[in-house]
């Protein structure tokens, strides 16, 4: 306890900026949400595990962070990301069937609210939905799925995807239409005892994920274990010039990843980098200056961000965190036996 308090200090301590969003910048939003829904979907349904579990709700402590940047000036109001998901699984002979919707409300708004959006002057709220089915078999580590996704922005979108996993290996398409939108690979090669990998020398390999948007345009992420499953290296990058890149160092308290402390460093497509950071509790998120926000909240930078969230795995009896290579330690008490019980002929 006395290390988070000393991280929440040290995050106080930073200045923070202004931040304006524009309308071009929420609107562009929505192809990243709608990338980010997938490869969520991606490394929750596996074949391995039964079920998953996620919500959250971003909320900005000083409303002058979140003022919206229009050509009429600047309005101020609430930027907002509101997500809730869930992959459920049930065994049906030798076979696990599951089904997973994974959604989010975002955008900008000239009030606050929780539930229903004001849409006042310069209201701008988009949805993204994705639902979809799976069938695996986790004897032989192999997951089929696909479905739908739903985008209501600027205008109402309906795409279709396609999902399938083997082993370390995993692939995700999606379409509108005919038209291939992008594809996102993922070599998992670190070892995970959740999957049935055994401690070894694997521990250290790194786990890739490239994305495919076009020709021009892939991402390249890198996680690299760098101690005993705890604290590790992550890189992203594009190979488009002018695309942003970030680095982050992250320490985990247990394998499991359900608290995480993480610092940042992010080169945005100005090529200025800024460094930023957050600490990552099983209801709580804080957050300053954090590389993924800026990837995942309109560009955010400059800001705190505090989320009240939940993300919860589950495989057989054991919890954990979406790509984490352990279950959550549990504690497990033995109660002495009584004699007279387990020895009934003892004569007593």
Same mark, same amino acid.
């Given at each position: ?57 971003? !909320? &900005?402590? +000083? @409303?002058?962070?979140?003022?919206? =940047?229009?050509?009429?000036? $600047? /309005? ?36 606050? !609210? &929780?539930? +229903? @959006?004001?849409?006042?002057?310069? =209201?701008?709220?988009?949805? $993204? /939905? ?219």
């Amino acid at each position: 306890m006395r290390v988070i308090f000393l991280f929440l200090c040290l995050l106080l301590f930073v200045n923070v900026f202004a931040w304006n969003p524009t309308p071009q910048i929420i609107e562009e939003q929505v192809a990243q949400t709608a990338f980010t829904q997938l490869t969520d979907f991606q490394n929750a349904a596996r074949p391995e595990y039964n079920a998953y579990l996620f919500a959250g709700i971003i !909320y &900005l402590p +000083l @409303p002058s962070q979140s003022e919206l =940047s229009t050509g009429w000036g $600047i /309005h101020e109001g609430f930027a907002s990301r509101q997500r809730m998901g869930i992959w459920i699984t049930n065994d049906f002979k030798s076979l696990r069937y599951g089904l997973g919707w994974f959604g989010e409300r975002q955008g900008w708004d000239n009030e606050d !609210y &929780l539930f +229903l @959006p004001h849409r006042g002057n310069f =209201s701008q709220i988009n949805q $993204i /939905h994705t639902l979809g089915l799976t069938v695996a078999d986790s004897s032989k580590h192999l997951l089929f799925g696909g479905g739908l996704q739903y985008l209501n922005a600027k205008n109402e979108t309906f795409r279709w995807w396609l999902l399938g996993t083997w082993s370390r290996f995993s692939i995700i398409p999606n379409f509108h239409k005919s038209d291939l939108q992008f594809i996102n690979t993922q070599l998992f090669l670190q070892a995970r005892e959740l999957r049935g990998n055994k401690d070894s020398w694997q521990n250290y390999l790194p786990d890739l994920e490239f994305s495919f948007y076009s020709k021009d345009s892939v991402k390249m992420f890198v996680s690299q274990n760098i101690f005993k499953q705890r604290l590790y290296l992550e890189t992203a990058f594009w190979t488009q010039p002018g695309d942003f890149a970030w680095a982050a160092i992250k320490y985990y308290i247990e394998p499991s990843r359900l608290v995480a402390f993480e610092a940042t460093a992010t080169k945005k497509e100005s090529d200025e980098i800024y460094y930023g950071g957050g600490i990552t509790l099983p209801f709580l998120r804080v957050a300053y200056n954090h590389a993924d926000d800026y990837e995942t909240f309109f560009k955010s930078r400059g800001i705190w961000i505090i989320e009240f969230r939940m993300a919860l795995g589950t495989s057989g009896e054991s919890f954990f965190s979406l790509k984490a290579p352990k279950q959550a330690p549990s504690e497990v008490k033995e109660l002495p036996a009584n004699k007279r019980e387990l020895n009934p002929n003892s004569g007593e």
